[in-house]
T-cell receptor
């Protein structure tokens, strides 16, 4: 059953702690993305990766870090430098690379992070 | 800056009413246009997309959207909504080839049975 998995579904952390959100895809997609969803603001791009071992900052990268060591995995770390980390985080993937802008993005179920 | 605007934040309709959700974007160059839907508790999924050709595109579940280049708009329509259409709807645009997907703020649709 192909798709994107994100874990955990809910995550609670204390202020000042780093936390890593998992994203795995078995769609054999080259491109992967991380978005943050806040009420009334739509989805905002945090980081994206078009190919293994390469990634670029999105519109709101400050306080976040990523890695792309394997094609199927794109974990996101929310660091203590992120001023307002409580949000819903969505991971997505697309075929990508050659026709980056044309390809449909497929989304995971999301992780809701709450910082106490 | 490139941006996407959805003017309706929350729309409430009765079943069988017609639906039109507005989407406007800021850039006059080449764009690819998408509507995504997020049903309660489900993944964000693609409703329809426009790349080129016929500006009236049809998507899943009876939805359609019309690209009007002169108005920088890509409004979503459905002639008769159902309770199951209750969801949040997002318009998204890529500006130029290789561009990032930029989302509008989203419109929450509530359909009363």
């Amino acid at each position: 059953d192909g798709g994107i998995t994100q874990s955990p579904k809910y995550l609670f952390r204390k202020e000042g702690q780093n936390v890593t959100l998992s994203c795995e895809q078995n769609l054999n997609h080259d491109a992967m993305y991380w978005y943050r969803q806040d009420p009334g603001q739509g989805l905002r791009l945090i980081y994206y990766s078009q190919i293994v071992n390469d990634f670029q900052k999105g519109d709101i990268a400050e306080g976040y870090s990523v890695s792309r060591e394997k094609k199927e995995s794109f974990p996101l770390t929310v660091t203590s430098a992120q001023k307002n980390p409580t949000a819903f985080y969505l991971c997505a993937s697309s075929i990508g690379v050659r026709s980056f802008s044309y390809n449909e993005q497929f989304f995971g179920p999301g992780t809701r992070l709450t910082v106490l | 800056a490139q941006s996407v605007s959805q003017h309706n934040h929350h729309v409430i309709l009765s079943e069988a009413a017609s639906l039109e959700l507005g989407c406007n974007y800021s850039y006059g160059g080449t764009v690819n246009l998408f509507w995504y839907v997020q049903y309660p508790g489900q993944h964000l999924q693609l409703l329809l997309k426009y790349f080129s050709g016929d500006p009236l595109v049809k998507g899943i579940k009876g939805f359609e959207a019309e690209f009007i280049k002169s108005k920088f708009s890509f409004n979503l329509r459905k002639p008769s909504v159902q309770w199951s259409d209750t969801a949040e709807y997002f318009c998204a645009v890529t500006f130029n080839q290789g561009g990032k997907l930029i989302f509008g703020q989203g419109t929450e649709l509530s359909v009363k049975p």
